[in-house]
Each structure stands twice: as C-alpha cells, then as structure tokens.
C-alpha cells in the first residue's frame, strides 16, 4: 500500500525565514514525489516534483530514498507563501497505480509579517 | 487554454434532487478524474476515465454517476445525496500516465464546485 505522511498540520514561521515542510512515504520501489499547493480562494496546484529536479518560486525538495522522504525547503520564506500544502506519491508501475495520486494530509504554513 | 474549469461553482440540493457537475479540458489530456474534498483535508479520489472509458471507480456510491461524453468533456450525476456528501468536487485532468516520459502524469486541477446537500 502506498502512504504519505505530513506529521505537522500547522507550521508557523517569521517572514525571512527558512521553513521545512516535512513528508515521509511509504511505497515498495520508486515512486514518483509531488508537492501540491493550494493558496486561499485559488485552485490546487502542482508546486515541484522529484524528477524535475527545479526550483520554483525558491523552493526545493531532494527525494531521499533511504529515509523515504521528500521535505520541502526553502531558505527565506514570504508572506506570499501562506497557503496549504499537500506532499503527494504516484505509483509508476504501470495500471492503476500511476493514476492514483495519493496525498498526505496537508500542512498548512502560515508566514507572519 | 491551460485549465481545467468546472461548472457550476457552487450547488446546493436537497435529497431528493438530481444534478449534474460538468468539467472541461482542451489541453488533449486523455485522463479525466474526480476527486472529493472536505474542509481541511485532501483530495480522495473516487473515479479515473482514461481514454474516455471508466477505469478506476474507488467503491464510490452508486448515486454518483460519472460520465465522460467525449475527451474534453467529464459529468458527475447526482441523485438521492446525502448531507454527508456536501463538499468541494474537484475534476483533473492529466496526460496518459501509462504513456511513459516527463510530465505524464502531472494532474492539473479545476477550481471545484462546492456541493451542499439539505
């Protein structure tokens, strides 16, 4: 069974910042990692994923295999980051699991002034 | 055109009514989904159409109905909800995730209808 954990549901920190938003999976092989954001009033919406290997609006997340993690980074955090964010898995072995995107339950940052 | 978009934006409906949520895509994606989302939780997934056939249904109720007319185009018919069954719909749409390569499987997101049944 695949399954990804956010262990905290609310993280707060200071503008300036660095912010960390933790997510750990469980999945047997390699699958492939998605951070997913959704702002206030606004749509979900896909942040980075593993493979892309990007940087997007400064921040960064590195697949950790040996401790099944994909945490998210990012040095100087904005208010404009305020939002909840999802870590998700899909399978890539083919059938339904590469439909299947699982989430984690979301934390939701709060970045103060 | 680069959205989803999902009609109508909010619905409210008693028990006994039936409805229909609609979602549209022109990006040629072959892979439509719905999703339900409660407050403050994430997305679960209730059915897959991947080249307009049904191909996940996650044991879904049978008062919902999907319906994907054409490549563009995903339904969900409502009939005889529940209060419990009030929440945010989401339709995604993606490439073929089966088809191999870069960004298959990325899954873009409408905005939702906020469903409230009485």
């Known amino acids: 069974a695949q399954r990804v954990t956010q262990p905290e549901k609310l993280l707060s920190v200071f503008k300036g910042a660095p912010v960390e938003l933790k997510c750990n999976y469980s999945?047997?092989?390699?699958?492939?990692l998605f951070w997913y954001v959704q702002y206030s009033r606004q749509r979900l919406q896909l942040l980075l994923r593993?493979?892309s290997r990007e940087s997007i609006k400064g921040f960064t997340a590195d697949l950790n295999k040996g401790e099944t993690s994909f945490h998210l980074k990012k040095p100087f955090a904005q208010e404009e980051d305020s939002a909840m964010y999802y870590c998700a898995l899909s399978g890539v072995r083919g059938g339904g699991s590469n439909y299947k995107l699982t989430f984690g339950k979301g934390t939701l940052l709060t970045v103060n002034p | 055109d680069t959205e989803v978009t999902q009609t109508p934006k909010h619905l409210v409906m008693g028990m006994t009514n039936k409805k229909s949520l609609k979602c549209e895509q022109h990006?040629?994606?072959?892979?439509m989904y719905w999703y339900k989302q409660k407050a403050k939780k994430p997305p679960e997934l209730m059915f897959v159409?991947?080249?307009?056939?049904?191909?996940i249904n996650e044991s879904v109720p049978s008062r919902f109905s999907p319906e994907c007319p054409n490549s563009s185009l995903l339904n969900l018919h409502l009939h005889a909800l529940q209060p419990e069954d009030s929440a945010l719909y989401l339709c995604?749409?993606?490439?073929?995730?089966?088809?191999?390569?870069?960004?298959?499987?990325?899954?873009?997101f409408g905005a939702g209808t906020r469903l409230s049944v009485l």
């Open positions: 990006m040629g994606h072959r892979a």
């Open positions: 159409y991947s080249y307009e056939k049904l191909s």
């Open positions: 999945y047997s092989g390699s699958p492939e």
């Open positions: 593993h493979i």
């Open positions: 995604a749409s993606s490439q073929d995730p089966l088809a191999g390569g870069l960004a298959k499987n990325i899954q873009y």
